[in-house]
């Protein structure tokens, strides 16, 4: 039966359908979801929301959308492409024109205008924070709103832009955030007490990773931004704290980062004057601008693209609990820091909000309009934002073709190449241009080997580069009361200082023959020496080399360790040669072979015992970071939990347990109760400071990383102080960033290490030793003498130059080893790798000599 078109639209209206000018049926969210986004109470889970995604996708010709990958724990990751259906059926012709604009020099011919063709493409971005739950609820909204509506402010947008929406830069999150507010609701935690990161290894840290693309989320949507899309703007939505402003908009606070071009913040100035204006029109209050969000550092979804030529700002509304609404009086909204000093108006906070309740509604209405005027502003000022993108691309390149630095060279033989080329990958997949030496050179009067990694300043993303390679020098600034002020996140990241990579800038013109690299390929392993050896070496510099290591003791091989160098041997019998085959190909280790034993009889052999990782309920980001650089590392370990530690008899199941950098009150209380579900309250409490401590008098290992030091130091009495506790910030401050260690004498935690390296220091301890005949105590490395900060800012280095950084102090037949600095802050620091990896083994006297 057919119905009459009029019948037919109405039942379409009333079944949640609108139609758009193409004709198509593209369904509300509300009637997909059951409820209006944004509703009391209600959040959607990931299936739910890439099901609707793809039901606008079959409904609207201006949608098209596209799985990039899968996610950690193996959700789709997703896409919507949205524009006029013309420009979804030529999507490559815009790829290609936006690729001449972003990277001008690199196309041979260009039949068209890449500016008038052209149209900006924005990226928005959602819910990386997965607490911060309304802007995925915001993209279906504004994802049906592009799709449907046919006014003339949504056809400008369609016609003159291309918007790449992304739900959620962390889909694993949304369903984790989901299902526990579902167990919450009708409880006193109802929205809070998640006891596990929202994301697997990185929580809050997944908006850390943007350079370092430790994680399968960064990488799939970097992937998109400098290989596929190369876009104009990004706007990343987020939320922040209940109590003070409704909703933050750029411009940002001081200080700016001087690798940023200035066309960046004049953008971003107009991006937030319009956002702020739309806002003002549609009545929404509590608007703040200019305060607490600097534009320094370098790492997040907003700053790393910045560098890249592309106006990034975002949002930051102030969040409900989950999906809970909240009641706030005006006497609890509070101010800030950095610009925000309370509620009163202010040239940056003109409009306060004057308190009552505030609804997840709320934030998706006032993301939904900053979302728009973005769009808006972009389709009505394409021409301005297309050619600034094409001349910050060629003013890139020419500074870097006219003035020193001209390039940075990596070398492929140093002390450790494979982390080395980890390096110059991590720069590739940011879109950084490659280029390999194919004959010997030489630059600045150094002489550099054929395979030697160039990388040339003279290129689009220019500004990247140095902020990656290069040494940060943050400002000094103070508060009026002569307190340091706090950056918002870290103030120095230098990668080869990180890495432990040698990189060196070239300040004058050179030349040199070599080919442009389309990937970074790994660099195999390889046998050398006597081609029919008995015995293999190591030098045991490479972090590469503990793969190699721990396949052979999980083989059964007996590796030897030589205590004057450090270098390792271990017999060239069958279960070698099969442990190396499979090895080799995927790491840079490079066994020597010999006929004898190159270590002396005497030298002990290597033992790795059982590893545990302490979770606790309260999430800890650091933990997650240390699971993710055993697993990148193929160490074995299992997770340990109050309850298991709580029980004893640990020397049973692990050897070495690591407590990853948590405040002492967390580890020993935890959550209290009413904060969470019961069986999650509570922390190691008096029980598991007995079993830690009768753990290691029974021959175990701990391993304390940073602030858990600090537990350690109280709970088993160990003759250690953090000189560090209860210092005045404004006497020593010292956020986010490198410092220089010193070796001291030998020690088995400081095997490979070069007499002096870098680490990163973040608020962290610095110790003095009190060791005694019952508790002997090692100092492995300490902070140097002098010149002790490398990149970012350090307050008062006197109070920790000299001072112990990693120590190892006896406590009956075990031992703890503390670590003074983060060896694996966020997956950053290869350079310290190593000593969290030495912590792990024990160096026995040989039972015999049948080897040698």
Known sequence: MRFPRQVVLVWLLLAGFVLPGEGAEVPTPEAHLGYRPGADYHLAAWPSVVDYFQKVDEASERVLVRKLGETTEGRP?????????????????????????????????ETLDPVAESKPVVVITCSIHSVETASTLMAM??????????????????????????PSANPDGVDKVAHWYERSKGHSWEGNGLPELYHKYAGHDTNRDWFMLNLKETQLLTHLLYKEWLPTILYDVHQMGSRGARLFVPPFFDPINPNLDPRIHQSIFMIGAHMAGDLAAAGKQGVLTNAMYDNWWNGGNRTTPQRHNIVAVLTE????????????????????????????PTVNFVDPWPGGWWRLRDIVDYELICARSILTLAANSRHAFQTNLRAMARDA??????????????????????????????LHDTGIEVRRATKPFQADGVSYDAGAWILPAGQPYRNHLKDMMERQVYPSRFTANGVPETPYDVAGWTLPLQMGVQASAVGSRFTADSERLDRIEPIQGQRSGENAPRFFALAHQSNDDFIVVNALLDADVTVKV???????????DAKTEAVLDRALPTVSSRPVGHENDPNPKSSHVLRRGRIGVYQPWNPSMDEGWTRLVLEKFRIPFVTLHNAEIRAGGLKERIETLVIPSVESGTLSQGFAAGQTEPKYVGGLGAEGAAALRAFVEAGGTIVCLENSCEYAIAELSL????????????????????????????????????????????HSLAFDVRGNVQHPVKVGLRYADKNVLESGWLLGPEVIQGKAAL????????????????????????????????????????ADHSHE
Not at 151 to 164: F, G, V
């Open 77 to 109: 990751y997703v896409v919507a492409v949205v524009s006029s259906p013309e420009t979804i059926k030529d999507l490559p012709k815009y790829q290609q024109l936006q690729r001449q604009l972003s990277h001008p020099g690199l196309t041979t011919t």
């Open 141 to 166: 909204e504004l994802l049906h709103e592009l799709a449907s509506k046919d006014d003339p402010a949504t056809r400008a947008i369609l016609d003159s832009t291309i918007l790449l929406l992304v």
């Open 317 to 344: 509304a102030a969040s409900v609990r989950m999906a809970s609404p909240i009641f706030l009086e005006k006497n609890e909204l509070t101010g800030g820091s950095r610009g925000f000093r309370d509620h009163s």
């Open 397 to 426: 390149i020419r500074k870097g073709e006219s003035e020193p630095p001209f390039a940075w060279i990596v070398p492929r033989d140093q002390r450790d190449p494979g982390t080395a080329r980890e390096l110059v990958r991590i």
């Open 562 to 572: 030589n205590e004057a160098n450090g270098q390792l041997s271990f017999p060239a």
């Open 719 to 762: 003759p250690v102080v953090n000189v560090l506790k209860g210092v005045k910030s404004s006497r020593f401050y010292a956020p986010g960033s490198i410092v220089r260690l010193t070796r001291t004498g030998t020690s088995s935690l400081t095997r490979g290490v070069p007499s002096e390296l870098s680490a990163y220091f973040d």
């Open 807 to 846: 120590v190892e102090v006896n406590l009956g037949a075990g031992r703890v080893v503390l670590f003074g600095f983060p060896p694996q802050h966020r997956g950053q620091p290869h350079g310290t790798f190593r000593l969290l990896f030495n912590s792990f083994y024990r160096e026995e006297e040989p």
